[in-house]
């Protein structure tokens, strides 16, 4: 099983924006997007079908000192991010995912998450 180590995610808030009555993900988001493809990419990972299970490590950003940041994103904000960012990279569809764990884990330089993304057998079909 691949652990993708990704980089601090951006905020749900900078995900998406407005134009007029029209709502469209950020260049930020894209370009995160971008960067979450790479990594998998080259950690050699392709799309899963079926039901799949996410487990989700969010690294906090440390400080100067190597204390860790009292400024940091929700886990609950980092997992749609995340999730939507896996798309078309882990899975096909984020719908796909039955099964999510996420934790706050010790504090890195830089932050960052690591993800691991698992087929599971649905036993409801």
Same mark, same amino acid.
């Given at each position: 099983?691949?652990?993708?180590?990704?980089?601090?995610?951006?905020?749900?808030?900078?995900?998406?924006?407005?134009?007029?009555?029209?709502?469209?993900?950020? !260049?930020? #988001?894209?370009?995160?997007? /971008?960067?979450?493809?790479?990594?998998?990419?080259?950690?050699? @990972?392709?799309? %899963?079908? *079926?039901?799949?299970?996410?487990?989700?490590?969010?690294?906090?950003?440390?400080?100067? !000192?190597? #204390?860790?940041?009292?400024? /940091?994103?929700?886990?609950?904000?980092?997992?749609?991010?995340? @999730?939507?960012? %896996?798309? *078309?990279?882990?899975?096909?569809?984020?719908?796909?995912?039955?099964?999510?764990?996420?934790?706050?884990?010790?504090?890195?330089?830089?932050?960052?998450?690591?993800?691991?993304?698992?087929?599971?057998?649905?036993?409801?079909?």
């Amino acid at each position: 099983m691949t652990v993708l180590r990704l980089p601090y995610p951006i905020s749900s808030n900078r995900y998406w924006r407005h134009s007029g009555a029209i709502t469209h993900v950020s !260049s930020e #988001a894209k370009a995160y997007k /971008r960067v979450v493809a790479l990594v998998a990419k080259y950690a050699g @990972l392709e799309p %899963l079908f *079926g039901v799949v299970a996410v487990d989700i490590t969010f690294h906090p950003k440390t400080t100067k !000192s190597g #204390a860790t940041s009292k400024q /940091r994103l929700d886990l609950d904000n980092v997992l749609k991010v995340t @999730l939507d960012a %896996l798309q *078309g990279v882990a899975y096909h569809n984020d719908s796909q995912v039955n099964y999510l764990t996420a934790e706050v884990g010790p504090a890195i330089d830089g932050g960052g998450l690591s993800v691991q993304v698992r087929s599971v057998m649905d036993s409801f079909n």
